[in-house]
């Protein structure tokens, strides 16, 4: 019983569970164990893992440090696991090619779909993505530029420390950095890339 109760709320069907009966839930047990299968599933997994989790707090009327406490999950990662199943609930609007995290940074925007959307379209990692959310989140320009002046000194720190060890990979920043500057019509002596 359990675990089909899971996989219906894997398909998005688990608010026709909130308000039944008790006897028509499946028990805490049965939620238990299915989470625990469905942890050792990884990726995948975390889809059941997050039903299981948003059951038992919907459900079983169950208090974040309770599910806490029996799932071994921090009370913060049980509110992330419940709402990024909330912002996707419907395998259909999930993105197959992007992992679970991707959904969680997402759902914590105001808008998933569409961060999710962005994601797909720039094959942004995990942390791109976090950095593009962050700089969105920017209330003025100010901050904005700040943040890009701050990647930008990140990068230069690379990128200086790459050309200094020398060997391939100094040699491959090197011609991407002269092709941008060809495609930007910018000459050497406009750009002082490696100041000391």
């Not at 999930?94 to 094959?123: C, G, I, M």
Request: with cysteine; hydrophobic share 40%; glycine share 4%.
């Amino acid at each position: 019983m359990g675990a089909d109760l899971v996989q219906e709320a894997k398909n998005s069907y688990y608010n026709i569970y909130i308000g039944k009966p008790q006897d028509k839930l499946p028990s805490l047990e049965e939620l238990l164990q299915v989470f625990t299968v469905e942890k050792e599933r990884e990726e995948q997994g975390k889809w059941g893992q997050a039903a299981a989790l948003l059951i038992m707090r919907e459900a079983l009327k169950m208090k974040i440090k309770d599910i806490s406490s029996y799932t071994g999950l921090s009370p913060a990662m049980v509110r992330e696991m419940i709402r990024t199943f909330t912002a996707f609930p419907q395998p259909e609007n999930r993105a197959q090619d992007l992992s679970f995290y991707h959904h969680r940074l997402a759902s914590a925007t105001s808008n998933p779909q569409e961060w999710l959307e962005k994601a797909v379209t720039n094959a942004w990692s995990t942390r791109q993505m976090a950095e593009e959310i962050k700089l969105s989140d920017a209330t003025n320009d100010e901050a904005k530029k700040k943040q890009i002046l701050a990647k930008a000194e990140k990068a230069i720190r690379i990128i200086r420390e790459i050309i200094e060890q020398g060997g391939e990979a100094a040699e491959y920043i090197l011609e991407n950095i002269a092709q941008i500057m060809q495609k930007n019509n910018l000459k050497q002596e406009e750009v002082v890339l490696c100041q000391q």
